[in-house]
C-alpha cells in the first residue's frame, strides 16, 4: 500500500460513515425510550472517584433534527474521602457513601439514519444523599457515626451519543455526558459514560 493511499484511506472511510450518518434525519413525532447503564467519575477532594448507576431517558422528536428530552440518572458513589472535615471542634477524616438522582429535561439535535448522531443540552433539579458516615482519626480510629445529610441543586448538563440502528426499530450505542452545579452543591464537573439500549417508536 502506498503512502498516498494510507493517507486518503481514512478520509475516505470518514467521508463514507458522514454519507451513512446524513443519508436522513430522525424522524418527526418519533418517540425514543431510552436505557441507559452509566460508569460515573466525580472529581471531589482532589481525587477522581468512580461511581455507577442507570439512566433513563424519553425522546420525542420535536422536529426532525430536534427532539425533547426526559431525563433521570441515579448515581451511586462509595467511600468518598474528606480528609479535612470539621464536626464539633475536631478535625479528622470522613469517609460516606453518595447517592446522586438527577431528573433533567433538555433539547437534543439528532442526524442520521442507519448511524444516529445527537448533541444535547439541559439543565434540571440534582439531589444528593450522603450516608454511612464514618468519622475516622488520622490514626485510623473510628470517633463516631455522624448523621446523613443531603444537598439539592441546579445542574447545567451537556451530552454526547453516537447509536448505530440494528432493527429499524431498535438501537445500540455509547454515549457521555457531563453536568456541572449551577446553583448550590460543589463546584464539580462530572463525566459519565454510558451503553445505551434505544427503542424507535412511531405514532
Do not use: K
Not at 451530552?159 to 448550590?184: F, K, Q
Amino acid at each position: 500500500m502506498t503512502t498516498r493511499t494510507t493517507r486518503i484511506l481514512p478520509w475516505a472511510c470518514a467521508a463514507a460513515l458522514l454519507a451513512v450518518a446524513v443519508e436522513a434525519r430522525a424522524d418527526e413525532g418519533e418517540l425514543q425510550p431510552i436505557l441507559a447503564p452509566a460508569f460515573s467519575l466525580l472529581p471531589r477532594y482532589g481525587r477522581l472517584n468512580n461511581g455507577g448507576g442507570v439512566a433513563l431517558s424519553l425522546r420525542w422528536g420535536l422536529r426532525d433534527a430536534v427532539a425533547l428530552e426526559g431525563l433521570v440518572l441515579c448515581e451511586r458513589f462509595g467511600s468518598l474521602h474528606d480528609p479535612s472535615y470539621a464536626d464539633s471542634g475536631t478535625t479528622a477524616s470522613l469517609y460516606y457513601d453518595a447517592t446522586r438522582c438527577t431528573i433533567a429535561p433538555g433539547l437534543a439535535l439528532r442526524l442520521g439514519a442507519r448511524l444516529v448522531g445527537s448533541v444535547g443540552v439541559g439543565a434540571g433539579y440534582r439531589f444528593e444523599t450522603q450516608s454511612s458516615r464514618d468519622f475516622v482519626s488520622a490514626s485510623n480510629l473510628l470517633i463516631g457515626h455522624l448523621a446523613s445529610t443531603s444537598r439539592h441543586a441546579l445542574v447545567g448538563r451537556v451530552s454526547g451519543a453516537v447509536e448505530y440502528r440494528v432493527l429499524d426499530w431498535l438501537a445500540l450505542g455509547a454515549s457521555a455526558a457531563t453536568s456541572y452545579p449551577l446553583v448550590g452543591g460543589p463546584r464539580e464537573f462530572d463525566l459519565t459514560l454510558s451503553v445505551l439500549t434505544a427503542i424507535y417508536l412511531y405514532p
